[in-house]
């Protein structure tokens, strides 16, 4: 196996034009949340007794988590199922996904009335078996554990050996370096105990997410009101990993001007569309027994999103994937990883809002521009600092041919093809 | 290599499994005896005239926020549908069929305290419990304030103070345990002028419900409402019509936490399905990689 591609830190520009907007976003969002935590949710958000739950749980929390599937589906593939080619994929998916996992339990502290309180589960005392948000909550503080300890070789690689800090600090220099070398060593001996632990650590607690609303059988609408709602849970997450990989890669190919890894992307893009095809016929045959098929016909918002979810999300992209041509065009591969993650986003607002219909209710709801702000600060904030790390660690791997950046939006299609 | 592996196989093991407790289901440890011993109320929809007494001394015992006493004689409330809220563990309402008119047809909600609550089940802390006494009570130091209790109510009782920014707390009736652990009957039940409320055993209210029924078949509608819905509720119900609305759903007789429960004590069942899906994948990595191994070594041999 000789492999060409070495992962580098990216000589680029930290405030490109479209870092700057993110920072604005972020600051934006940055001041709504602490405008939430001194006022209080009733004068932030939508939320009422009604409707408990906003965009807070359903995005940042819901859809945050399975957009950070990539991480565990390709370490799955690369590491354990040894695909080697898959390899220069695995470190932007595991920062994304630590980032991502990251970013969930700060917007997750937005929505907790007592965030101060966050750390309860960890208490043996408060353990409560029963609950399916005590599981997910154990699980991803686990798994976000596993991938601080997953990513910190890829902070050694970058530090070991360079180790100098300014004035004062350097004393400390000769210490630090031993600390990572000692790490190194060891990390090197355990890594795959922890990429195991992290693929099923993701597997259990993608599916329980689904779990949590089998518990309001009376107040789900019945398009997506299912026991098996864990599988879809867990198969869609599984779905959305590698279309993940393929959008991030295609991005910053796009922002960093290198050439995009086409022909990995193309190959592992081929999983994409069995996946959905299983969880196609899952939901199909899901809905066919529980007789719930006549409700897409029905003319309201619960009909309107379920189809847009499945057509857009699911029957487009399978169909555009399954075609072996359209999956090494990169206009192609864009568009349908960008139709899977948008459908994985209205999937989880589906289930957590839209199919939720309290027995009694004035209205419905909506976000709030503090919550829609939060949201989209979040989003910003991670990219900012998923930009930041790939310019000063080894993440992304650079092929040798550099693109040529005399253009400043390179035309994916003829540039890719050169 | 392979030692420490296995080492650190077993060490991870009895890490996780101490972790996370064992997963006996809490709901189903108690057997129905519990239930029909602990403490219930029956309300007698037929005979509630509609005073809000019961909400006067709720909102006086609970210490909510200061009424006056006009406030709770104003009938004009009943022209639209209220909710138990921060303000108010319970409130009387009027069912939305009868005539403005017509006396009759009140119902007061409050939370059902049921025998197998969804809160209680979906709470990630366990900061809401169902007592011996019958009573499910929530406690303030454990709440997160994740509001998973309020998507879990099938009656839509605990309210949320939203506007509190600091401490929020979910506020639902308490059944007044303080009183009951006293032998005095609920502030409610005490301050109901025409009896439409009866405090006792669950067992017994069950029998005094069924047989008022049966004496007078024409008054009543014949069912009681909570005596079997979703596993059965502190709280029962009995009308002179078939008595479906906002407050009163229908609902099936299968206790709510059931799905979930079985699907996660699955799911952790002795922590086999968890542990044999590691033991798996830890397999399928170690044997290819002893495969790419010899292929290379083959490689390096030719």
């Known amino acids: ?39 209080g949710l009733d004068t932030t958000t939508n939320l009422s007794n009604q409707y408990p739950w906003g965009i807070w749980i359903a995005i940042d929390v819901a859809t945050g988590v399975a957009l950070a599937a990539g991480g565990f589906t390709t370490a799955a593939l690369a590491d354990i199922f040894h695909r080697n080619k898959y390899h220069s994929l695995t470190r932007p998916a595991l920062l994304t996904a630590m980032l ?12 907790l009335g ?62 630090i370096e031993s600390f990572l070398k000692i790490s ?168 957590f809002l839209v199919a939720y219909t309290p027995p009694y209710s004035t209205g419905y709801y909506f976000p709030s521009f503090v919550e829609i702000a939060v949201t989209a600060g979040l989003i910003s904030g991670l990219i900012l600092v998923y930009r930041f790390m790939v310019i000063h660690l080894p993440v992304i791997s650079i092929q040798r041919v550099k693109y040529n950046a005399v253009t400043d939006t390179p035309k994916s299609e003829s540039t890719v093809k050169a | 290599m392979d030692k420490d592996r296995r080492k650190f196989l077993k060490l991870s093991t009895v890490a996780t499994a101490s972790l996370i407790p064992s997963v006996t289901s809490a709901s189903t440890e108690h057997c129905e005896d519990d239930f029909d011993n602990a403490f219930g109320v029956l309300v007698d929809t037929t005979v509630c005239v509609g005073c809000r007494n019961c909400e006067l001394a709720c909102n006086q015992q609970n210490e909510l926020p200061e009424q006056p006493e006009e406030h709770f004689s104003d009938k004009s409330v009943f022209n639209s549908m209220r909710k138990p809220s921060v303000e108010a563990y319970t409130v009387v309402n009027r069912s939305i069929d009868s005539q403005p008119s017509e006396l009759g047809s009140f119902s007061k909600i409050q939370c059902m305290h049921c025998n197998h609550p969804a809160c209680v089940s979906a709470c990630i802390v366990g900061a809401l419990t169902k007592c011996t006494h019958g009573v499910v009570s929530w406690d303030a130091w454990k709440c997160i304030g994740c509001r998973y209790c309020m998507i879990a109510c099938p009656f839509q009782i605990p309210a949320y103070e939203f506007k509190e920014p600091l401490k929020p707390r979910v506020m639902k009736c308490t059944f007044c345990y303080d009183r009951i652990h006293d032998n005095k ?40 409402y909570g005596e079997k819905e979703i596993g059965g509720t502190s709280w029962m119900y009995l009308a002179s019509k078939e ?46 990689r002893q495969n790419k191994k010899k292929e290379t070594e083959n490689d390096e041999q030719s």
């Open chain 1, 184 to 351: 190194n060593r060891t990390l090197y001996r355990v890594l795959s105990l922890f990429i195991i632990a992290g693929v099923v650590l993701s597997c259990l607690h993608q599916s329980s997410l689904g779990t949590l609303m089998v518990i309001a059988p009376y107040k789900m609408h019945p398009l997506w009101y299912t026991p098996i709602l864990p599988l879809l849970f867990l198969l869609s997450a599984l779905s959305v990993g590698f279309p993940m990989v393929i959008f991030e890669s295609i991005l910053s190919s796009w922002s960093f001007k290198i050439k995009p890894e086409i022909k990995t992307l193309a190959s592992i893009a081929k999983y994409t569309p069995i996946l959905l095809f299983c969880y196609l016929s899952i939901k199909v045959a899901d809905l066919a027994i529980r007789n719930a098929f006549g409700y897409i016909g029905e003319t309201s918002i619960e009909s309107f999103c379920f189809i847009l979810e499945m057509v857009i999300g699911v029957i487009i992209p399978m169909v555009i994937l399954f075609q072996r041509d359209k999956r090494h065009s990169i206009k192609y591969l864009f568009l349908s990883a960008l139709c899977i993650i948008f459908g994985i986003l209205l999937n989880r607002i589906n289930v």
């Open chain 2, 243 to 288: 008595f479906i609305n906002y407050d009163l759903p229908k609902l099936g007789e299968e206790q709510i936490p059931q799905m979930t429960e079985i699907i996660q004590h699955g799911i952790f069942k002795s922590f086999l399905p968890p542990l044999a899906l590691y033991g798996f994948l830890g397999l399928v990595m170690h044997s290819i």
């Open chain 1, 100 to 111: 991502g996992y990251t970013f969930v339990v700060v917007g997750l502290l937005a929505d």
């Open chain 1, 114 to 175: 007592k965030y101060y309180n966050v750390w309860h589960p960890m208490l043996p005392s408060m353990w409560q078996g029963n609950s399916v948000l005590f599981e997910v909550g154990i699980c991803v503080m686990i798994y976000l554990t596993i991938l601080y300890v997953e990513f910190f070789p890829i902070v050694i690689e970058r530090f070991m050996g360079h180790v100098n800090l300014p004035g004062l600090l350097s004393k400390y220099n000769s210490l």
């Open chain 2, 185 to 224: 009957k609920p502030a409610c039940v005490e301050s109901c002028p025409v009896e439409a409320l009866t405090f006792g055993k669950r067992r017994d209210l069950i029998k005094l419900a069924h047989s008022r029924i049966e004496t007078s078949p024409d008054k009543y509608y014949d069912h009681v």
């Open chain 1, 1 to 39: 196996m000789s492999n060409h591609e070495v992962p580098t830190p990216i000589n680029a520009k930290f405030f490109s034009k479209g870092a700057i907007i993110l920072s604005f976003l972020t600051l934006i969002g940055a001041l709504g949340y602490i405008y939430r935590l001194i006022y």
